[in-house]
């Protein structure tokens, strides 16, 4: 438990764990996505499935999440060419990023993926801390690609993960003395 100081609020706080966009991979977004292999994909069990991006190496994903989240990390992984070289966050907006604001509008975070990939035979894969406290109360982010490892026509995600918790509702100090002493 920690207690803000200074104020009557204590916070519970949990251990960063995988979380789930919302319950149907339907209402995530996904610019530029190949018919054939659909963002529904990288979120699932099945190694054999993947996004591919369709007409050039861009991709925009817009993921909601059911609860605001606090993030802490991801996990990305891809074919060393066709993977990610970079991404760019932001979160929580109103509209949908174009390609032209993912080039030009200030992110939240840009992560150099090729720096800390770490090769898996024919895959590499990441895992990214966030800058944390950038990403205290998210209800969706936002992920531009704007090119991959190898500068192919197409990227290519196999594994997306994303970790972190649920917000808690900030308590009343005086309650949770109330609660502790029944307990």
């Known amino acids: 438990m920690l207690l803000k100081s200074g104020t ?5 706080s949990r251990p960063a764990r995988k979380i789930n966009p919302s319950k149907s991979t339907r209402q995530i977004e996904c610019l530029n996505q ?6 529904a994909s990288i979120f699932g069990t099945d190694a054999k499935q993947f996004l591919e991006s369709d007409v050039d190496e861009q991709i925009i994903l817009v993921i909601p999440f059911n609860q605001v989240v606090k ?15 970079s991404i760019k966050t932001y979160i929580n907006r109103a509209t949908t990023l174009s390609f032209e604001e993912g080039e030009s509008i200030e992110p939240i975070e840009v ?3 090729s720096a800390v990939y770490i090769a898996e035979g024919d895959l590499v894969s990441a895992t990214v801390p966030l800058r944390f406290v950038k990403y ?42 109330k609660d502790e002493h029944q307990h």
Do not use: M, W, Y
């Open 8 to 12: 009557h609020n204590a916070t519970v």
């Open 111 to 113: 992560i150099d993926l």
């Open 71 to 85: 993030l802490h990390s991801l996990i990305i992984s891809g074919p060393k060419d066709k993977a990610p070289k």
């Open 34 to 39: 190949s018919d054939d292999h659909t963002v």
């Open 136 to 177: 205290q109360s998210v209800s969706s982010i936002t992920l531009f690609v704007g090119q991959n490892l190898g500068r192919e026509e197409t990227t290519v995600i196999n594994r997306l993960a994303l970790f972190g918790s649920p917000v808690e509702v900030t308590k009343n100090l005086a309650e949770l003395k």
